[in-house]
Structures are given as C-alpha cells and as structure tokens.
C-alpha cells in the first residue's frame, strides 16, 4: 500500500516552501495539506504549534506521528529514502552546506519577515490575502477580522525577529549582498554544490519563495538586483523533473565554487555574530542580546530555537574526522564563520 506523507503548510511560510521543493525533488509521495484546512484539523497536533508539520502514516492509514522543523525532517527524510539526496557525499562539502543552511533558516528569514511587515505594499497584501489561505470561502466579515488580527499580530512581532528601525539597514543591506552573491553564483552554476540542490538550495529558496515572488517591496528589490536569483528560485521550487544520476553531481572538497564560498563571508558578517551573541544572552542570563554587525549595533530578545541550532552545528562539527574537521576549518578561515567553533 502507498502511504503518501502528509506535508501540513502554507503557501506563505518560507519553511513550508523549503520542504515542499524537497519533496518534490526527492519525488516522495506526499499530500500537501493547507494549515487550519478540515483536513489539517484532522491531524495530530506537533508539541509547538509551528509549520510546516510532516505526518507519517501506518499501517492502518492513520497519521500517527507528526514532526516539526524543517532541517531534522530532512533528515529524517534522508534514513527513510535513499535516491536523489540532499546531502553531498564528502563531509566537509556535507557541513558546509548545513552551515549554510542553518545561515539560510536562522538569518535570512530575518529579511523575509522584515520585507513582509515593515512595508505598506506587503502589509496590505499579506493581509488581505493570508487569511484566505484556510478557505477562500471564508466570509467577508470574518475574512476582515481576521485581516486585522493577523496584521496586528504579526506587526507586533516584529521586534522578536529582530526587524526594527535600528537593525533595518543591515538586514536590508544584507538582503542586497545575498542578491549579489547569488547572482555572481547563478550566471556560472545552478545550484551551490554542485548540478544537484542540496539543504542549503533549498533553505535559500524557502525564504526566496517569498522575498523575490510574494512581497511586493522585496520582490522589487529582487528583480532589479539578481534577476537570475527570482527565476533560480521558482525552478527550483519544483524539481521533480530534474536527472539525477545516484550520487553523481556533487562537488568534492577541493572544487567547491568559489561563488559558493563567498556565501560564507555573508554568513560570517551576520548570522554568525548574531548566533554568539543570542547564546551569549543565554549564558549571561539577558533579555536582549547585542552584537556589531558591519560596524553597527544589533539587538533583539534572545530566542530560545537558535541557541539549539547553534549547538545543533557545533555538535555536527565535534562529530567530524579529523581531517575532515582541518579541511572544514581551512575553508572557514577569515570568513568569520570560524568564531563559531572556538
Ligand atoms: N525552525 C522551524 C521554523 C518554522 C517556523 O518558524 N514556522 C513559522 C511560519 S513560517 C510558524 O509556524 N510560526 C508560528 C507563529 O508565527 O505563531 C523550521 O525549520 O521549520
């Protein structure tokens, strides 16, 4: 019996997106299932009320057990099927690109979130049309209310994701140099490692889905700066028809683009004082976390989720030979990603 899994999202969640386009490129059965739709009521609910939800279906046909967050479902994804992986095959290249994973999920999520509640354009948009994601039969009254509700709410939160009049420029700044470096990439590779996607393709373009397609202001900014980056991002969305040959396809060590590495200077410039800094606030027992970012503040509340990620890496790092550990770290220096595993 086929037991599709069930994929419990929404069109305008980054991460969502992200695991829908691995889905698609794993070509594993899956049923996508819209957040708050009757089917997804029907589900088992996660411990943390986040998307997207992966469910698995028994023997029976029941979905049984529910997972959240995207990069433990991919792996999970990786011990259950085998063809068309995600992970590159040397471990040096495997670790780079859940670096730049993680750099894709826990920093330029910070520009998604900015360009969709900062900006009148987006606002309006995204309250108007988030709402009918449940059912577009929703009535006009309730459709309203809940525009106002999930506009205010997400106004409110802004803040904790760090999108603040203070640390604007620098995600905005950001957002432009990660345009540019992808472009530079683009006009030469398809995807960072290789003529594969890997973790870190897909969890750029999670964020891109919305960036340089959905958010007026951010898509603007997108098609002016890397055009390449906006279509790279809807191909990639969907590469159930791309060849694959097993593992062929991968760089090695030793021939990692260039362009690819320049990613990790971004990485280093940004997420990686950020990370630090928010685990710092942990261990000295502050609210609010500060770091310099490009010669200006950061601030924002600490948040519990990166702490983890950060352990998370610092734990795939420890676990690496030690040769594979040496290669990582000769292609870290100077980026400023090494300040990570000191
Ligand atoms: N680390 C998670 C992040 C998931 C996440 O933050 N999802 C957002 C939507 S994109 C969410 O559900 N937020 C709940 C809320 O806003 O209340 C992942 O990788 O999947």
């Given at each position: ?13 980054p ?8 889905l ?23 411990k ?8 698995f ?15 433990p ?18 471990p ?16 330029t ?21 988030l ?19 999930v506009?205010?709410r ?32 683009l ?12 973790r870190a ?10 960036l ?23 191909h ?19 021939s990692i683009p ?34 310099t970012i ?17 352990a ?6 420890a676990?690496?030979?030690?040769a ?10 100077g980026?400023?990603c ?5």
């Amino acid at each position: 019996m086929s037991r599709p899994l069930k994929l419990i999202g929404n069109a305008g969640s980054p991460y969502s997106r992200k695991m829908r386009a691995v889905l698609r490129y794993r070509r594993i059965p899956f049923e996508w299932v819209r957040q708050n739709s009757a089917e997804a009521m029907a589900l088992p609910k996660p411990k943390v009320p986040v998307i997207p939800v992966l469910g698995f279906v028994d023997e029976n046909g029941e979905c049984t057990e529910v997972m959240t967050d995207s990069s433990p479902q991919i792996m999970r994804l990786e011990e259950m099927h085998t063809g068309r992986s995600v992970v590159p095959t040397d471990p040096v290249v495997a670790f780079i690109d859940y670096l730049i994973e993680d750099f894709a999920d826990e920093w330029t999520t910070k520009m998604m979130y900015h360009y969709r509640w900062y900006y009148d354009g987006a606002i309006d948009k995204a309250g108007r049309l988030l709402p009918l994601h449940a059912a577009v039969t929703v009535p006009d009254e309730q459709w309203h209310s809940m525009t106002d509700w999930v506009t205010e709410r997400q106004i409110s939160r802004r803040a904790l994701v760090g999108s603040t009049e203070q640390n604007r420029p620098i995600i905005e700044d950001s957002y432009v140099r990660l345009l540019h470096l992808l472009d530079a990439h683009l006009t030469e590779h398809d995807y960072l490692f290789g003529t594969r996607p890997s973790r870190a393709d897909f969890g750029l373009v999670g964020q891109l889905s919305q960036l340089t397609w959905w958010d007026p202001e951010a898509v603007a900014v997108a098609v002016r700066e890397s055009s390449r980056t906006v279509v790279w991002t809807e191909h990639t969305d969907d590469l159930s028809g791309l060849s694959v040959d097993g593992d062929a396809g991968w760089c090695d060590r030793d021939s990692i683009p260039s362009t690819t590495l320049a990613l990790l200077h971004e990485a280093g410039r940004t997420y990686a004082p950020f990370m630090l800094a928010n685990n710092e606030a942990f261990d000295s027992d502050t609210e609010m976390l500060t770091c310099t970012i490009d010669g200006a503040t950061y601030s924002q509340g600490r948040f519990g989720y990166q702490r983890k990620c950060l352990a998370w890496i610092r734990e795939e790092y420890a676990a690496l030979a030690d040769a594979d550990r040496s290669a990582v770290d000769e292609l870290l220096r100077g980026t400023g990603c090494e300040q990570l595993f000191l």
